[in-house]
T-cell receptor, first 115, second 114 residues
Framework: AQSVTQLDSQVPVFEEAPVELRCNYS??????LFWYVQYPNQGLQLLLK??????LVKGINGFEAEFNKSQTSFHLRKPSVHISDTAEYFC?????????????FGTGTSLTVIP | NAGVMQNPRHLVRRRGQEARLRCSPM?????VYWYRQLPEEGLKFMVY????????ESGMPKERFSAEFPKEGPSILRIQQVVRGDSAAYFC????????????FGPGTRLTVL
């Protein structure tokens, strides 16, 4: 079963417009949620993560995400995008089970910011 | 504080040869993860190691692939008798080891099998 689903493979958006990148997860066990960004020809770097507590998480570069347990979602948002935000964005889940931890990444969303 | 190092950055092999990919974790990190990224696909977990111990290799193909993280030196992902389908970007990440820890990624090794 797919543990992380990113519904949009490509999202074009005009500069200074808002953007939302969607992520849904499927699990009933303890989850830790992450968003990573990958710039061209680079490795991934963390944008933000949800571990517990406040469901609204703020990250770097003006991004934020909201953990919604009832909808099993962790959508990423930014109120005004910049050209430099053009990159691949990955939602990730760590499932913490008694038998150990498991790691899942979504298929990625390619964000293109149009001048 | 150096980040996660991977080498080589690019590796070209002919079918049937062996590929060795190296990963040096961040200082102080004792856990290493290997992922494969195929075109048009996300990252697929392969294996999770601690020093001298494989914790989870559920994502590793059963044949030709192996990984190690010795007491001294980098973690090695080894692919024997490579085939064209092995062409991909292979990323290594490291963390201190808790499930809540951020994984810090290296720049990746792009393997091309001719």
């Amino acid at each position: 079963a797919q543990s992380v689903t990113q519904l949009d493979s490509q999202v074009p958006v005009f500069e200074e417009a808002p953007v939302e990148l969607r992520c849904n997860y499927s699990s009933s066990v303890s989850v830790y949620l992450f968003w990573y960004v990958q710039y061209p020809n680079q490795g991934l770097q963390l944008l933000l993560k949800y571990l517990s507590g406040s469901t609204l998480v703020k990250g770097i570069n003006g991004f934020e995400a909201e953990f919604n347990k009832s909808q099993t979602s962790f959508h990423l948002r930014k109120p005004s995008v910049h050209i430099s935000d053009t990159a691949e964005y990955f939602c990730a889940v760590t499932l913490s089970r008694g038998s150990g931890n498991q790691f899942y990444f979504g298929t990625g969303t390619s964000l293109t910011v149009i001048p | 504080n150096a980040g996660v190092m991977q080498n080589p950055r690019h590796l070209v092999r002919r079918r049937g040869q062996e590929a060795r990919l190296r990963c040096s974790p961040m200082k102080g990190h004792s856990h290493v993860y290997w992922y494969r990224q195929l075109p048009e696909e996300g990252l697929k977990f392969m294996v999770y190691l601690q020093k001298e111990n494989i914790i989870d290799e559920s994502g590793m193909p059963k044949e030709r692939f192996s990984a190690e993280f010795p007491k001294e030196g980098p973690s090695i992902l080894r692919i024997q008798q490579v085939v064209r389908g092995d062409s991909a970007a292979y990323f290594c990440a490291s963390s201190p080891g808790l499930p809540t820890d951020t994984q810090y990624f290296g720049p990746g090794t792009r393997l091309t099998v001719l």
